[in-house]
């Protein structure tokens, strides 16, 4: 993808691209799902797109799978996993999920963090259930 950006050009600048490579990613999961099995053999799917706040894109995927009794919650959680990278082994990484994609703690326990104005989380959090 990046070999058709002028240049100085990044993601950023491409937009019409990054959504046509995530589409193209996102087409590749479902294919890989339906032919492989991953879970088992896929009878119905459905999926929808929603953007962020910032026009990020992201996708949530509901399958139906045959043989259900097969499937185990360990094949689950090999496939799928969300982890924030490891501190020593990829410091940057780490400090890029921690600071762009998880929110708080903030008010009283953290009024350093950027959410903060005149001491109140700008973001309304913590939010009461």
């Given at each position: ?9 990044i ?36 999926a ?53 994609m ?28």
């Amino acid at each position: 993808m990046t070999s058709e950006f002028f240049k100085g050009q990044i993601a950023a600048d491409r937009l019409d691209l990054a959504a046509h490579y995530w589409e193209l990613v996102v087409k590749d999961l479902i294919d890989q799902l339906n032919n492989f099995g991953v879970f088992g053999r896929v009878t119905a799917y459905t999926a929808v797109v929603e953007y962020q706040k910032r026009g990020l894109p992201h996708v949530h995927l509901l399958l139906w799978v045959q043989d259900k009794d097969n499937l185990r919650l360990e094949t689950i959680d090999d496939t799928i996993s969300a982890e924030i990278p490891d501190k020593n082994k990829d410091p940057k990484l780490h400090d890029l999920v921690m600071s762009k994609m998880i929110h708080g703690p903030c008010s009283a326990l953290n009024p350093s963090r950027p959410c903060m104005k005149n001491g109140r989380c700008n973001k309304s959090y913590p939010n009461s259930f």
